[in-house]
């Protein structure tokens, strides 16, 4: 089984610019989620999305973050305008099931992409 | 309010025995998780308990008791590629079944 793929696995840019990341979560997992990881820290959770509806936001800078799962499969989170403070790992997780009490709640990781602002 | 705490470095030796603590507060506990994250790589699920009691996976067991909100992973015959962050996290019905994270454990495996 495939894991979680994501890509760039690393991006530098200059603050201003903007950035966008992309995420093709396991194969039949409904939920998808972003976060962000600052180094010496727990993973921050971003967005949830269950299939391409939107669960959970209420931690995504919205002036600055966007994201999308137009077809409740492939996911992009953008950053535009970037700030220095958003150098962080880029994390995306899928999980069968939420919000149930069961082991098919278990979010998988993929790589992460490594943001540096300049 | 949610807090999680776990040290944020161990040292032990290769061949040993290590058991890393995870204390937590949250108001609508829905299971526990421990995840390993070596450097520069993303986290990988090693355990997870939802009842209270021993969970064993090879090398690795996980501990839970809700009663007093404590869990701990244990690793057996360390080695030298178990040196990684782990990294707790409880699942919170009250915050969406969101996973509230610790900071992480570093753990330092010596010859």
């Known amino acids: 089984e495939a894991g979680v793929a994501q890509s760039p696995r690393y991006k530098i840019i200059e603050k201003r610019q903007s950035v966008a990341f992309w995420c093709n979560p396991i194969s039949g997992h409904a939920t998808l989620y972003w976060y962000q990881q600052i180094l010496g820290q727990g993973p921050k959770l971003l967005i949830q999305f269950q299939n391409n509806g939107v669960v959970d936001d209420s931690q995504l800078p919205k002036d600055r973050f966007s994201a999308e799962r137009l077809k409740g499969v492939d996911s992009t989170l953008k950053i535009q305008p970037a700030k220095l403070e958003d150098s962080a790992v880029y994390l995306c997780?899928?999980?069968?099931?939420?919000?149930?009490?069961?082991?098919?709640?278990?979010?998988?990781f993929g790589p992460g992409t490594r943001l540096t602002v300049l | 309010g949610q807090n999680i705490d776990q040290p944020t470095e161990m040292t032990a030796t290769e061949g040993a025995i290590v058991q890393i603590n995870c204390t937590y507060q949250?108001?609508?506990?829905?299971?526990l998780f421990w995840y390993q994250q070596h450097a520069g790589e993303a986290p990988t699920f090693l355990s997870y308990?939802?009842l209270d009691g021993l969970e064993e996976k090879g090398r690795f067991s996980s501990f839970l008791s809700r009663s007093k909100g404590y869990s701990y992973l244990l690793l057996k015959e360390l080695q030298m590629k178990d040196s990684a962050s782990y990294l707790c996290a409880v699942r919170d019905q009250d915050s969406n079944y969101q996973l509230i994270w610790g900071a992480g454990t570093k753990l330092i495996i010596k010859p």
């Open positions: 949250t108001s609508g506990f829905n299971g």
């Open positions: 308990n939802v």
């Open positions: 997780a899928s999980s069968y099931t939420w919000g149930v009490q069961i082991s098919t709640d278990t979010q998988y």
